[in-house]
């Protein structure tokens, strides 16, 4: 079992930027590979960006591709989602997932789930 705790969202002007982290606690971090998914109101949930067990290997959705930074902390039991030049358009619920499929964009492929945190970009 692994417990996934968000922070980090708030509410930002078009172009500014948020550093989410993701805490893990559980078992062994290190073990899983991590992604952040989305969820604008009224939208499904959507594939964000996703990290590899060793950090070598990074995927991103095309409409984040450039820049939003995915990265892990093993030592800390963190992953982090940097996001630079935020939009409107990226105004969602964010949610953090662990699961055994590395680079797994559908949310069918993880196992575990965080409680989300909003993130609100204001034009």
């Known amino acids: 079992q692994v417990q996934l705790v968000e922070s980090g969202g708030g509410l930002v002007q078009a172009g500014g930027s948020l550093r989410l982290s993701c805490a893990a606690s559980?078992?062994?971090?290190?073990?899983?590979?991590m992604a952040w998914f989305r969820q604008a109101p009224g939208k499904e949930r959507e594939f964000v960006a996703a990290i590899s067990w060793s950090d070598s290997n990074t995927y991103y959705a095309d409409s984040v591709k450039g820049r939003f930074t995915i990265s892990r902390d093993n030592a800390k039991n963190t992953v982090y989602l940097q996001m630079n030049s935020l939009k409107p358009e990226d105004t969602a619920v964010y949610y953090c997932?662990?699961?055994?499929?590395?680079?797994?964009?559908?949310?069918?492929?993880?196992?575990?789930w965080g409680q989300g945190t909003q993130v609100t970009v204001s034009s």
């Open positions: 559980g078992r062994t971090f290190n073990n899983y590979a």
């Open positions: 997932a662990a699961g055994f499929i590395s680079l797994a964009t559908r949310l069918d492929e993880y196992r575990y």
